[in-house]
């Protein structure tokens, strides 16, 4: 028996493995867009698995009939069943519809077309540009090159807003690209200092999702091609942000030696900026110094952090937005933290934890980051933990634990496990809730994170 999934696999000439598995992974992407389910984004296909779909020997489960209904704009019941002789030669964009469709189903079948060729439109989008490069075969055109700087732009913004899956392969691809052209014979001395900045911002995004997925020595790695491409660019904002970028790689591996010494290098750099970078690298210092118990760093670098922030003039880095610029937000978010790790127990402290919280509660903001937030309401539940409220503590980090699979990243699982930590204290230890508290932690940082397409 032929299926009606296997007669329009052949139509739509998907029949190889990577070919069909590139729009299995597509259509997985929609859906979870659509549907805010996010961890729907991480799947993936095996080659086993579409080969025993193909032949019948084995039905889709759970959520891939999901994605392959949502693929194909048809239930999952008709795609599995025998293929009426009609849908042999009929195509998703001519099928006709039946004297008893409902006005529904007609608009069921038009928004699956549509997202049918909205898939195939950006496809063909991405085949055309990798035309225009290979075009531009004698030197690197100006059309390539903007190509390059509107993908860097496009992804620095979205970079916080997105689960990482959703972007990851266009970054390693871009990067990909732009390291060809360094390393050939194409590129115009006028282009060099473009091109190894964009490599610069390419590297030290990807040290941010290698830090985001757990692997502190790839993002170090990724982070110290991003200085080399740095220097080579001349670019001595850029050289600054990339030691704040190995501070908070450091900060988060549990080296707050070696993130103290990263946050003063980058500031010392910097001298002279004016950007936001000047504020974050003041900010990272004194995070790590309160891991290190010293006080009197915390504040002062905190206290130089506000200075920098009242004569901070925009720059090209600010301009891109993301993880390239430091709003006043993330400032405060930072002050609270370092604050946090002090052992402070103070009532206005708890005042600024939840003002920090509240500068990230309108998602449309342009600087809204889903890291960012759920980082100030951990903040916030230690605040209120030492204040002696569980009950508070809990209701901070609610929204956090209700995070999906794909967008619990290293920082967040480790913002969360110094909550978990804290409620071991001996006032707590016979506590319901926070024997209750402390098991959800657990159970959210235990589940696979970040699952990213292969």
């Given amino acids: 028996m032929a299926t009606l999934l296997r007669v329009l696999i052949d139509q739509k000439g998907w029949k190889d493995h990577p070919t069909f598995a590139h729009q299995y992974r597509l259509a997985a992407q929609s859906l979870a867009q659509e549907t805010h389910e996010y961890s729907l984004a991480t799947l993936t296909l095996s080659d086993s698995t579409f080969e025993r779909w193909c032949l019948g020997k084995v039905k889709p489960q759970n959520d891939a009939r999901r994605v392959l209904a949502h693929l194909f704009g048809r239930p999952i019941t008709e795609l599995l069943a025998e293929a009426p002789a009609s849908d042999g030669t009929a195509t998703p964009l001519d099928r006709g519809l039946s004297t008893n469709a409902s006005i529904t189903e007609t608009r069921a079948d038009h928004g699956a077309d549509l997202r049918w060729m909205e898939r195939h439109a950006a496809m063909a989008a991405r085949r055309a540009i990798e035309f225009a490069m290979g075009a531009e075969r004698k030197e690197v055109g100006q059309e390539t090159l903007s190509y390059l700087q509107d993908e860097v732009r496009r992804i620095a913004q979205i970079y916080n807003r997105v689960p990482l899956a959703t972007i990851l392969d266009d970054l390693t691809n871009i990067q990909d690209a732009t390291f060809r052209l360094l390393e050939g014979d194409r590129t115009k001395a006028s282009q060099i200092r473009d091109l190894y900045f964009l490599a610069a911002l390419q590297a030290g995004m990807l040290a941010k999702a290698s830090h985001d997925l ?126 946090v790790l002090l052992g402070e127990s103070k009532a206005s402290l708890v005042k600024r934890a939840e003002e920090a919280v509240q500068g990230f509660s309108n998602t449309n903001d342009p600087h809204w980051a889903f890291t960012a937030e759920a980082g100030s309401r951990a903040s916030l539940a230690l605040a209120r933990l030492q204040m002696g409220n569980l009950e508070g503590t809990a209701e901070a980090v609610r929204p956090v634990l209700n995070l999906p699979p794909n967008q619990r990243n290293a920082g967040i699982i480790g913002s969360l496990q110094r909550v978990q930590a804290s409620l071991l204290g001996r006032p707590l230890r016979g506590s319901k809730t926070a024997l209750e508290l402390r098991e959800e932690i657990g159970i959210f940082g235990s589940r696979p994170t970040l699952t990213l397409p292969h």
């Fill in 214 to 339: 757990g692997d502190p020595h790839a993002a170090m790695m990724q982070a110290r091609t991003a200085a080399v491409c740095a220097d080579q660019a001349e670019h001595r904002g850029m050289c600054a942000w990339v030691r704040g970028l190995q501070s908070g790689i450091s900060y988060w591996a549990d080296r707050p030696e070696d993130a103290l010494h990263y946050a003063r290098q980058g500031a010392c750099m910097g001298t002279g900026l004016c950007g936001s970078i000047t504020v974050w690298l003041a900010a990272q210092e004194a995070r790590a110094a309160a891991l290190l118990g010293d006080e009197e760093t915390v504040h002062a670098a905190n206290h130089r952090a506000e200075h920098l922030r009242e004569r901070t003039i925009p720059d090209d880095l600010d301009a891109l937005g993301g993880n390239f610029y430091f709003p006043h937000a993330r400032q405060t978010y930072f002050n609270v933290e370092s604050n």
